[in-house]
């Protein structure tokens, strides 16, 4: 058995449910999908339905591999090299180079862990802080699903309820894809569009919508 969380709207709020469900071990895609379908079940089983959407590259949905991290681009660069190489460290960063290599490789690249402790973020010249928590993600998130997917495709996340990333433990890391999908649908209810917010106007709707 394991422990995962899904995302979901609540009174114009994002907010995280634990579900316990059964665990496929493996690498293989056949086996993340067993574990998908499992934790999906109980999602349905708790909330009569309800209609989960797995946000990943393991997803049986185009939509949820379309909005995957290792799929979305922005300016021609995969979102996950944007994420790290934007990181700044007390003793290293940003590490530019990471924008060219591959999205695995830059997740992996040993400068990521040997650089002391992250300090913060740098993106289009602006210097992000660490806190509100995720805040950084979801907005490089939000401009990468505007740069990658047509206004229809992005329309279609209005049809599910609930959002999981099987890879995502939140004993071990903080942001997740599907948390930021989870925001696109609210912003989608808000305005129905996703607009060209400021990095300040984001992170006012941050603060006031997403709980840590």
Known sequence: MANRPAFCIANQKI???????????????????KSIASLHQEIIRNNPGAKPLEISTKSN?????????????????????????????????????????????????????NSGRLTGFVFDHITWALEPKTAFYDYIYLKAVKDSLLIEEIR????????????FNPNKTINTQARSVAILKLI???FQELPEFSPEEFLRFHKKYVLD
């Open 15 to 33: 907010i995280l449910k634990n579900f316990e469900f059964t665990w496929y071990s493996g690498f293989a895609r056949s086996q993340k999908q």
């Open 61 to 113: 949905s185009e939509l949820g591999e379309k909005l995957s991290a290792f799929r979305l681009q922005y300016q021609g660069h995969f979102l996950e090299n944007i994420f790290q190489s934007s990181k700044l460290f007390e003793h290293g960063g940003t590490y530019q180079d990471l924008l060219t290599v591959s999205p695995k490789e830059a997740k992996k690249d040993p400068r990521l862990r």
């Open 156 to 167: 279609k996340i209005a049809d599910y309820d609930y959002f999981t990333d099987i890879e």
């Open 188 to 190: 989608l209810e808000l």
